[in-house]
């Protein structure tokens, strides 16, 4: 693949720099470890997900089952994928290069666009784990506002809104086209030799930073007035309610579904807030600037604790089943069983 920049474009890069060159891997470094630790928490939650997916494959969603919905299931098993993806992506962005293994070889090979890929993969991984968790409280809100037709609505939401998701980042990566990858000295705290993957030359001059502040704050935005409006209705919806019978396993899937959707948005909150002191703070001499060191550890929450605390607290993994009925709800003009959790 041939690539062509400017010389001068590589100020700031380790790229045929001679003390690079030459720089020798140490892995006594804190680095090392934390690229390390990440994998003993991370394969036992990935197998979750899988688990997780395994539930929404094999369930034959036929057969109405109190606290289970097929579209739930499907975005939740998307959204964690997704985290996954990202991990992966951004340890290879960054986590890896900052142990210094690949920093000599790096410095020997001028900037390309494999090292861009790399790059790429995890802003697009990215900007989808901010926006599938969108779709979890709309989901719901649909079943809750139209409970005879909720399967159609959200079976169309889904043909339509989950390819749409896929080519959401695309807008907001086609600076990258015609960037180059290239390798740079990671700022301190980190020690001589850690490296993380970065781009140069993009289109129009164009950063990710603001591209990835603001879909925050939108993607954050639209999560918390869909849930604001779920809650809302189930609350309209409880109080036309005639008779009810509970089930055990439908209130366990609420209070698990609520509490996974609620720990979804707290993605947002800490990844906006290391992105901004990664804005204001990041080279600088300041305390924030360790904020750095943590920052992908943030990132995993997502990943970590969503998976688990869907996994451990939802029905449908517990051995226990019990047969209860669903709520029973009346209209002036009709009466109609709906399952409300989900």
């Given at each position: 693949m041939s690539v062509s920049f400017n010389l001068s474009s590589l100020n700031g890069t380790v790229h045929f720099d001679e003390s690079y060159m030459n720089y020798e891997f140490n892995w006594k470094q804190f680095p090392t470890a934390f690229a390390t630790l990440p994998w003993i928490y991370m394969i036992p939650s990935f197998l979750v997900i899988c688990e997780i997916f395994n539930v929404y494959i094999n369930s034959n969603w036929k057969k109405a089952e109190p606290g289970k919905n097929q579209h739930v299931f499907l975005i939740i098993s998307l959204s964690q994928f997704t985290c996954f993806a990202l991990f992966f992506s951004d340890f290879w962005m960054t986590r890896l290069p900052s142990t210094g293994i690949f920093t000599s070889y790096c410095a020997t090979i001028p900037p390309n666009h494999w090292l861009k890929c790399i790059l790429f993969a995890a802003l697009y991984f990215n900007y989808l784990a901010m926006s599938f968790p969108f779709l979890l409280p709309v989901i719901r809100l649909i079943i809750v506002t139209f409970p005879k037709r909720h399967v159609i609505i959200n079976t169309i939401l889904i043909r339509y809104g989950v390819p749409l998701i896929l080519l959401f980042p695309i807008c907001f990566t086609f600076y990258l086209i015609p960037a180059?990858?290239?390798?740079?000295?990671?700022?301190?705290?980190?020690?001589?030799?850690?490296?993380?993957?970065?781009?140069?030359?993009?289109?129009?001059?164009?950063?990710?930073?603001?591209?990835?502040?603001?879909?925050?704050?939108?993607?954050?935005?639209?999560?918390?007035?869909?849930?604001?409006?779920?809650?809302?209705?189930?609350?309209q919806a409880r109080s036309r309610l005639i008779r009810a019978q509970t089930s055990g396993t439908s209130k366990r899937a609420h209070t698990s579904i609520t509490i996974t959707t609620l720990a979804m948005i707290t993605f947002y909150v800490t990844n906006g807030s290391f992105l901004l002191m990664y804005i204001f703070y990041y080279g600088t001499n300041s305390y924030f600037s360790y904020a750095e060191i943590i920052r992908p550890f943030g990132n995993d929450l997502q990943t970590c604790v969503v998976?688990?605390?869907?996994?451990?607290?939802?029905?449908?993994?517990?051995?226990?089943?019990?047969?209860?009925?669903?709520?029973?709800?009346?209209?002036?003009?009709?009466?109609?069983?709906v399952d409300i959790i989900i």
């Open positions: 180059l990858g290239v390798c740079k000295q990671r700022a301190s705290p980190y020690p001589f030799g850690a490296i993380w993957i970065y781009y140069i030359n993009s289109a129009f001059g164009l950063r990710n930073s603001f591209f990835h502040l603001y879909n925050l704050i939108f993607w954050m935005t639209l999560s918390i007035i869909a849930n604001f409006l779920l809650f809302y209705q189930v609350g998976t688990w605390v869907f996994y451990l607290t939802h029905p449908a993994f517990q051995k226990k089943k019990s047969m209860d009925s669903d709520l029973i709800f009346s209209t002036s003009s009709f009466r109609r069983r």
